[in-house]
């Protein structure tokens, strides 16, 4: 049983700067396809980024060319780099398998909020 760990969250300025980290058990990771999904209050949970096996990623058009998915197979950790945030991006961050069902039980998650 695969679990993940998110962390990395936090309290930020608008403009601002945040990593996320999820750390994954089990050397399944490395041959499953991942992605980094947020759920804002009283809204759905979306994915926003996905990264293949071999390090393509593609992004949600509200966060393209500001958030940068990335991984680290040989850690099973994957990343989120998100910069120029916005108070819109206010949401608990959560990783998992990349897909209309992920395969992985939910972790915790790591709240970001955006606010000055």
């Known amino acids: 049983q695969v679990q993940l760990v998110e962390s990395g969250g936090g309290l930020v300025q608008p403009g601002g700067s945040l990593r996320l980290s999820c750390a994954a058990s089990g050397s399944i990771f490395s041959i499953t396809h991942m992605a980094w999904y947020r759920q804002a209050p009283g809204k759905q949970r979306e994915s926003i980024a996905r990264i293949t096996i071999g390090g393509t990623s593609n992004y949600a058009d509200s966060v393209k060319g500001r958030f940068t998915i990335s991984r680290d197979n040989a850690k099973n950790t994957v990343y989120l780099q998100m910069d120029s945030l916005k108070p819109e991006d206010t949401a608990v961050y959560y990783c998992?398998?990349?897909?209309?069902?992920?395969?992985?039980?939910w972790g915790q998650g790591t709240q970001v909020t955006v606010s000055s």
């Open positions: 998992n398998s990349a897909g209309t069902i992920p395969v992985f039980s």
